[in-house]
């Protein structure tokens, strides 16, 4: 019930690496609790002070009785300060602070001194009166001194500055009860050791190893309650664990190495043909100064894998850093050690995590890469990325410099459009495009299926997923360009076949018919594969246990739900001023239906679905170039006159409303929904078409062709209108998709519309127009 009054003078605390606070108070006097008045949130009590009274009521009378009392503590007290050694500034303080204090107090800032246990100090405090309190000190201090005295005689050889402080705190094991406290700051005091240890036989450089052991002597002298000491000793571990010198051995071998990528990935043939060039130089010049290769394609076709497979070829260590979303230069190259909670960066941390210094490490999605008052991370990445510059890489946390010409970096990247330039320039762009339905199916079975009935502890004599299955989930639930979806779709069938197979495991005895009836797919195809008698008679039919579970269209539907696209497009394209056009997206591409109608009005034009400015001036280019052709073409407006925008408002929309486009790509799809329009004829339902227009009726090449065929060849299109300069770009296409559709090649606006409509636009037209001039 006695406590002590105090005067908080300072809080001192931090975050890192976990919570804690010190909390520094100044010792009024002892009190004792006459009654407590509540305990939440926090005892609030009636108290009466204790100690520090006697001074001003009868001072001299205890005086008299403690004289010789307090001048045993005085002379025992200085015996112990004067065994130390007073060169150390704080003990000299303290042998002056003995004679200028009052005898009196003495006794509670000794023990707070010496080494005493936490009871013997509540002890101490709870002794109220002076010469009690006297009595109880003095053998303590004498143990003290004993024990000094036993630690100098056998520690003269070597005594050494260090020492001598730490000699203050000797005999901590006389005492019995709560030793744990120090036994943990044995322990710590013998990590530093082990630290110092370790850092002069780790391999680091030989600056590194200047502030290492510059910082190892500074930990030593700091206590542990120090925010700071925490933070010195986590950058001191950290400087140990990296990997300066070590690395793995490499082992190169280009026939393997394509061996290896092949297995791991089906088709991506240039991809795989640049990157073994890659490796080939690497294996014949030894080194790895060269460009960086950067990665580029739609999410899912394979680059962080193809990234992993390089790794394996070389025999490296492999780590992936993503960078979507960083917009903090610190993520790359750390925080200054002065920060509160201050951490090495992305490139220092993954080195630590490889522990290797040769690892091939993966720069997810450099093109999302933000700017932010924290600075631009890709600045930073231009240092990392310069293979001039990167050996002497200088974190901010570890504040010396790493080298990092060692590792292999790769990046990757859904656009090179929003790449800096400076850090573009540093890299080698390799296009990865989607894949083509084919490809998709060789990959499903090849590779996805197999991954996925092992994750879910499948075995093919449980499931079976045939071609024509694969082909209907990539066209009817996915219309991605790589195979992420595909593969989450194969996923979702697995862990139902999963439930299926083990429920079935469970009750054997039991018919199996039952586990497989919820869906009526699975019924079916048991009727049809397994047993084809007695469909009633369901009780008593037993599926053998090692027929697989057959996944087809019913089985489909029933767990991946009704299809997300289906395959007709040209319901869509029933009414006059609807366009199918292609357009590009970092996501691969995409077929776009543009839309237009007309109504009464003053000549206005509207523009939906977001639009760029580019996209803008097409719509306003395709509008200028059929008002003056309209004569040409019999186009009119809704009144019958060739001045199309007379009394007549029109309106364009681009789905998605929600996405942002832009581009001049939709100019030529732009011209054809109007000439539908003010025609009213249907255009060509399995037609879709991209390129820029000028207003002479000239169509200009387009980027992207790639993607945008493969798009309109996932959506069932059969004739691509593409710019007449693109043609080059069709030899890129697979032959199986290019087989299957029909290029129509167009240098003018003339040739658009003949190919978009059914027996052509412009014909006729024409030949009247030539023949008015005959
Ligand atoms: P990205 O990094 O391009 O977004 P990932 O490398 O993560 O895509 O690929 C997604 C998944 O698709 C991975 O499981 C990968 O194994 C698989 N995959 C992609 N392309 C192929 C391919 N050509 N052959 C085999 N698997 C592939």
Known sequence: RIGTAALAV????????????????????????????????????????????????????????????????????????????????????????????????????????????NQEKLQILDAVRLEERFKMTIPLLVRQIEGLKLLQKTRKSKQDDDKRIVAIRPNRRISHGSITEDEEEEEDHDDVVMLEKKIRTSSMSEQALKVCLKEIKRLKKMPQSMPEYALTRNYLELMVELPWNKSTKDR????AARIVLDNDHYAME??????????????????????????????GVGKTSVGRSIAKTLGREFHRIALGGVCDQSDIRGHRRTYVGSMPGRIINGLKTVGVNNPVFLLDEVDKLAKSLQGDPAAALLEVLDPEQNHSFTDHYLNVAFDLSQVLFIATANTTATIPPALLDRMEVIQVPGYTQEEKIEIAHRHLIPKQLELHGLTPQQIQIPQVTTLGIITRYTREAGVRALDRKLGAICRAVAVKVAEGQHREAKPDRAELGEGEDCKEHVTEDAKPESISDTADLALPPEMPILIDFHALKDILGPPMYDMEVSERLNQPGVAIGLAWTPLGGEIMFVEASRMDGEGQLTLTGQLGDVMKESAHLAISWLRSNAKRYQ???????????????????????????????????????????????????DVAMTGEITLRGLVLPVGGIKDKVLAAHRAGLKRII?????????????????????????????????????????????????????
């Open 252 to 255: 190169l071998e280009i026939r």
């Open 635 to 685: 186009l009119t407006n809704a009144s019958g006159s060739f001045d199309l925008l007379d009394n007549t408002d029109i309106h364009l929309h681009f789905p998605a409303g929600a996405v942002t486009k832009d581009g001049p790509s939709a100019g030529v799809t732009i011209v054809t929904c109007l000439a539908s329009l003010f025609s009213g004829r249907l255009v060509c339902s």
């Open 270 to 299: 240039k991809l795989k043909k640049r990157v073994l060039e890659y490796l080939a130089v690497r294996q014949l010049k030894n080194n790895l100064k060269g460009p960086i290769l950067c990665f580029v394609g739609p999410p």
């Open 10 to 117: 300072q809080v001192v605390g931090s975050n890192w690496p976990k919570p804690h606070y010190t909390l520094l108070v100044t010792g009024l006097c002892r009190f004792q609790i006459l009654q407590l008045l509540k305990e939440k949130p926090y005892p609030v009590a009636e108290v009466q002070q204790l100690d520090r009274l006697e001074q001003f009521t009868n001072g001299h009378k205890s005086e008299e009785e403690l004289g010789e009392l307090s001048e045993q503590f005085y002379k025992y007290a200085v015996q112990l300060v004067e065994m130390l050694d007073m060169s150390v500034p704080a003990v000299a303080k303290l042998r002056r602070l003995l004679d200028n204090l009052p005898r009196e107090a003495l006794p509670d800032i000794l023990t707070s001194i010496i080494r005493t246990t």
């Open 722 to 774: 593409i710019p007449q300069r693109n043609e080059k770009d069709l030899e890129e296409i697979a032959a199986p998709v290019r087989q299957e559709l029909t290029f129509v090649l167009a240098a003018c606006l003339d040739e658009v519309l003949n190919a978009a409509f059914d027996g052509g636009f412009a014909g006729k037209a024409r030949l009247e127009h030539l023949n008015s001039k005959l």
